[in-house]
């Protein structure tokens, strides 16, 4: 790339991504010469730019923050997915970032081509959210922290608060910091436990980065989200139902969803089903949208669930041998 300017722009756009570039990774992007990517760091750097350069077998260069930050060189494609990122950043459990999302992006469509205001436009017409429930709130300050720590590969000690109350401190390895259910959470490798480790960001607090920076370890799975959600369901509680559903079996499977195998025919009007979940709640809802009679054999504790909850709608319709509750009681 011979020319000057275009080439230290494509240069700065590359610093600008939260990694260290080795100096020969970044000859070949520019197709120029290590030398001649000493001398635009060097330009940078007079034009104000604070580019670091590290030593070692993981070192390189990358941009620091400054007294001010620098101008942002974002392609069509990253404008577009920032714009869209902000829209959307209202609905995400982080605390105080609602604000300064809207004027964030208000700075953004400002400055944006028609074309890609158009397209920015579209997508936010298009785009429905499905953000169930309420999630805890995390700080920005700590989801910032993390996220840089995973994009340097850089040790992080913190303390963290286990579901039982516990406290803790931890030295680990970030991986990946992962959305899901409302609430965020950090694949990490424990250094102390010498195990990968689940954390809820919402329970960590006063992360600390040491400044050394590690090689990537390779994730037992391929997919962070798919890890996360395994392991998720692995600590969760599992039962299984077993239950005769006076229903074709045909029937079952297609409003249940499930495979084949898990509803045996028992005769042309009953089958018998076998499911698993990590809630009761679940269960009885699926069994109950049936809109059919069935008997429940296996777990006892939704058979329990069932009693409490025919009780309860029992006494919610006001039936013979139910108990209406009065107003203002639960």
């Avoid at 991504?17 to 010469?33: I, M, N």
Wanted: aromatic share 6%; net charge neutral; charged share 25%.
């Amino acid at each position: 790339m011979s020319d000057t300017p275009a080439r230290l722009l494509h240069l700065l756009s590359l610093l600008q991504t939260p990694r260290e570039w080795p100096g020969s990774e970044l000859a070949d992007r520019l197709r120029v010469s290590p030398r001649t990517i000493r001398r635009d760091i060097d330009r940078l750097r007079e034009l104000g730019y604070p580019v670091q350069a590290s030593m070692g077998a993981v070192g390189g260069y990358r941009l620091a923050a400054g007294a001010a930050m620098p101008p942002l060189l974002l392609d069509d494609e990253e404008a577009v997915a920032v714009a869209v990122g902000l829209r959307t950043a209202a609905g995400q459990p982080v605390n105080g970032i609602e604000e300064a999302s809207v004027r964030a992006l208000a700075k953004l469509e400002q400055v944006l081509p028609s074309r890609l205001r158009h397209r920015v436009g579209a997508l936010g017409t298009a785009m429905v959210s499905m953000l169930g429930g309420s999630g805890p709130g995390v700080d920005p300050r700590i989801l910032t922290v993390l996220a840089g720590a995973v994009a340097n590969r850089e040790r992080l000690r913190f303390a963290y608060q286990a579901g039982d109350g516990n406290q803790s401190r931890r030295l680990v390895e970030p991986y990946r910091l992962v959305a899901a259910s409302r609430r965020w959470y950090l694949l990490a490798y424990d250094n102390d436990r010498e195990d990968w480790r689940i954390f809820r960001v919402d329970r960590i607090d006063d992360p600390q980065p040491t400044g050394v920076r590690v090689a990537a370890r390779e994730l037992p799975e391929q997919d962070a989200a798919a890890f996360v959600t395994r392991r998720m369901y692995s600590m969760a509680p599992t039962y299984e139902v077993v239950a005769t559903v006076h229903l074709p079996a045909r029937q079952v499977a297609h409003r249940l969803g499930v495979a084949p195998g898990d509803v045996q025919p028992l005769d042309e009007r009953s089958c018998r089903l076998h499911e698993y979940s990590d809630t009761l709640e679940w269960l009885a809802s699926r069994l109950l949208m049936l809109g059919c009679e069935f008997e429940v054999h296996e777990p006892p504790e939704l058979l329990a669930y069932l009693h409490a909850l025919g009780a309860r709608a029992t006494r919610a319709a006001g039936e013979p041998g139910g108990t209406r509750p009065q107003s203002g009681r639960p």
